[in-house]
C-alpha cells in the first residue's frame, strides 16, 4: 500500500529518482478505481492537456486484452510509441501492487525508447475499492471513482479513496440522473481524507481535467525540485 503521504507535498520517492545513466527518470504517476469510472478518459484528457508542454507516455493494465492502450491509439492522445498495453492476466491490482515486473519493464522501455520523459501514467485495470500501487512502481497515485457508482463510496472508504494522493469523483454531469448528492461525497471524503486533495470533475464539462492537470504540474515541480 501507499501510505506515507504528507497533505501537499510529494510523498517519498519510489525509488531511485536517477536511472542508471545518471539522468533524471520520470514522475510516475499511477492512476486507479473501480470499473468504468473514466480511468481511461482521465488520462486521455490528461495526455491532451499536457502533451505540449511535457514529454509523457502512458502504460495501460488490461486483464486479457489492450483494450485502454486501443482507445488511447485510435483518440491519437499520444504518438503510438509513446502507449504500452501490460496484459495483466490476473486480478488487476497484482500487477500494480505484489508482481509489479511487467509494469516496471515497461516504464523502463519507454524511457529507453522515447526518453527522456518528464511523466509516465500508469493505468490499472478497473478494480474494488482496495486497489492500490506499488511504491516501487509509482511516485504518487490518483484514484477514480464516479458518481454513478453510487454517492456512498466514499463514506464507504477503503485503502483507495482514503490513501490516495488525489482522489477524483469523476461524471459530476451524471449527479442528476443518477440521484447522487454531490455535496454528501464531499464531506465524506474530506471526513475519509482529512487535508488530502479531492476534485470533483466531468469530463464532459468545459473545465474538464483542468484541476487534475494544475495537481500533475505541482508534483512535477516538486519532483524535478527533489531531482
Ligand atoms: N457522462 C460522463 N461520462 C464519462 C465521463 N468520464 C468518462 N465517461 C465515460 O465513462 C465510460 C467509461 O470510461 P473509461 O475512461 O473507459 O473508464 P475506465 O475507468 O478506464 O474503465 P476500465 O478501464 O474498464 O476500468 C466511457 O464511456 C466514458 O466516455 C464523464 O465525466 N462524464
Ligand atoms: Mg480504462
Redesign the pocket.
Known sequence: MHLDHTPDGPTAVSADARRPDGSRRALRIGLG??????????VAALCRALRDELSLAVVTN?IYTRE?AE?LLREAVLPPERITAVETGACPHTAIRDDISANLEAVEDLEDAVGPLDLVLV?S??DNLTATFSKGLVDAQIF?I?VAGGDDIPRKGGPGVTTADLLVV?????APYVGSDLARMAADAKAQRAELPVVF????SEAGVHDVAAWVRARLAAWAARA
Open positions: 478505481g473501480p470499473v468504468g469510472s473514466g480511468k481511461t478518459a482521465t488490461d485502454d482507445f493505468e485495470g478497473g477514480v464516479d469523476n461524471k459530476t454531469d451524471l470533475q466531468s469530463l464532459r
